[in-house]
């Protein structure tokens, strides 16, 4: 009877260790996200969109996980660049450049990784160096170098600037890599400890709406 006892006991107390694991599972406000000050969707256009830099090396880490983020959600992430200083404004524009000439309104994979490493390369560059490496990996893509742009498409660069500029500034984003949903919420990405549960709680904040 004893043993019977015992053992009941240990499987009550196993549901309600279970029972508490599955609550935490819900992503909590502060926590896992967070409430942007402000409702930006009118200047994001999709529902679920990264914000990064191709000056952080922290971003350069989460690009190869995107696919996997992509799968988990059943959908494509936008991209934002931010510009809360000089160099990530600087930055933006070679994005910006190379996202508006694409197909898909952001770089490909190969582009992106170009793209990184010229903030990343282990090697130092002189200006020039930079430079003719900046317009090879524009080239090479058929696309035209951001220091040959005509009028028409600098105007275009700089709407694009400009938009993601009000996304910086309206959003108070100072952080990166994080992920905007719905144009409300932002994912607080240090507080979760892989890829599946980032993807949960993008899931969790698009079904909030």
Do not use: W
């Amino acid at each position: 009877m004893i043993k019977i006892i015992k053992t009941l006991s240990l499987l009550f107390a196993s549901l309600i260790l279970l029972t508490a694991c599955s609550e935490n599972q819900t992503p909590e406000l502060n926590k896992q996200y967070s409430e942007l000050p402000n409702d930006i969707s009118s200047l994001i256009q999709e529902p679920v969109v990264e914000v990064f830099s191709l000056t952080c090396g922290h971003c350069l880490q989460m690009e190869k996980f995107l696919p996997e983020i992509e799968q988990g959600i059943n959908q494509p992430i936008g991209k934002v660049h931010v510009t809360f200083n000089e160099s990530a404004q600087a930055a933006a524009m070679f994005y910006y450049a190379a996202a508006m000439q694409s197909d898909s309104s952001k770089p490909d994979q190969e582009m992106m990784t170009e793209l990184f490493n010229l903030y990343h390369a282990s090697d130092d560059l002189t200006s020039v160096q930079r430079k003719q490496k900046l317009e090879n990996a524009f080239h090479n893509k058929g696309m035209t170098s951001p220091y040959d742009l005509n009028q028409a498409q600098k105007e275009k660069l700089f709407a694009a600037v400009t938009n993601a500029a009000d996304i910086t500034g309206k959003g108070m984003i100072n952080s990166v890599p994080t992920f905007i949903i719905n144009g409300k919420y932002m994912v607080i990405t240090s507080a979760h400890d892989d890829v599946q549960s980032i993807a949960n709680t993008i899931n969790f904040l698009i079904s909030k709406g």
